[in-house]
């Protein structure tokens, strides 16, 4: 009977075998209903980042309403007592990171379109980046960025004009502001938001009169890139890091960001800097001097 009483208080091999099986069984099932696509970790993660650009929505949707009331331009000082002109129709975005020069000075319009401000420190600054050029651009090329009055007396110079214009203007702001997304099309209509379909499929001379038309306010003009603004933006954004934490390096293509698809406006981190979307991906940009490209497919774009 001892003999016996010992022998039970035993465990077999196979017994053994079994409970280890159905342990991780039960260990992988547990696992999968934590980590998986659908797992609770998952789904809390998602929960969390709904609930955060919920939040945020709500309150680009309050600076939108707080910028309907802005009747006049106002000046705006932030953390770093760093200024900036904000024009009427506009109010500086309520969101976290969103608030100073320095990480990206985003405004808003009354019909919820977003601008990131580019400072320009001096007027030597404001020039074109021959390491950024695949084409030969003069630094005095034509711009035709909206800045030209109605009527050109017939002994002025256009093109000389326009570029002086649009120099003198961005000189005495101290900067100028860019779309926060690409070109986006919402029903038609020109935007500067997030989550639309890009405009694409458009000429360099249609982009021009859209971008024209794009803002409907008397106290700012609304213009496509000229190559000298779009080498600021790039000085601005160059060796910053994006939203995943990777260093933007204009001379060197990212394939994080430059995926050869096309998004739909501000849906890639990677491709966000200083709280400007679209850099590199979705599709190549037009500046106001029309030149051209070849890729090295042999394929060749005039922009």
């Not at 038609?188 to 639309?196: A, P």
């Amino acid at each position: 009977m001892k003999n016996l009483l010992i022998y039970n208080k035993g465990i077999t091999l196979i017994a053994l075998v079994i409970t280890i099986i159905v342990l991780l069984i039960l260990a992988g099932v547990s696992i999968t209903m934590l980590t998986g696509n659908n797992g609770i970790l998952t789904q809390a993660q998602n929960a969390k980042k709904e609930t955060e650009e919920a939040q945020e929505d709500e309150l680009r949707k309050l600076t939108a309403l707080e910028a309907v009331t802005n009747l006049n331009n106002t000046t705006y000082k932030d953390k770093n007592e760093q200024t900036v002109t904000i024009p009427a129709g506009f109010a500086v975005s309520k969101v976290e990171g969103e608030n100073t020069v320095e990480d990206g000075l985003v405004i808003i319009d009354s019909n919820e379109n977003e601008f990131v401000w580019i400072p320009v420190e001096s007027e030597s600054s404001y020039a074109r980046n021959k390491n950024y050029n695949e084409t030969d651009v003069s630094g005095e090329a034509y711009t035709d960025t909206g800045y030209l009055p109605d009527e050109i007396q017939p002994d002025i110079d256009e093109a000389k004009y326009n570029e002086k214009a649009e120099r003198k203007a961005v000189i005495e702001a101290g900067g100028f502001f860019i779309s926060r997304f690409e070109a986006g099309n919402e029903n038609g209509q020109l935007v500067s938001k997030k989550g639309v379909d890009v405009y694409n499929y458009v000429s360099q001379e249609e982009s021009k009169e859209k971008s024209k038309k794009f803002v409907n306010n008397k106290n700012v003009k609304s213009a496509l890139c000229s190559g000298i603004q779009w080498d600021v933006v790039m000085d601005f954004v160059n060796g910053k890091n994006d939203a995943k934490g990777e260093k933007f390096d204009i001379l060197t293509p990212n394939a994080n960001r430059h995926t050869d698809i096309i998004n739909k406006t501000g849906q890639n981190d990677f491709d966000k800097v200083c709280n400007i979307y679209d850099l590199e991906g979705n599709c190549i940009e037009f500046v106001a001097e029309k030149t051209s490209y070849t890729t090295p497919e042999g394929r060749q774009y005039i922009f």
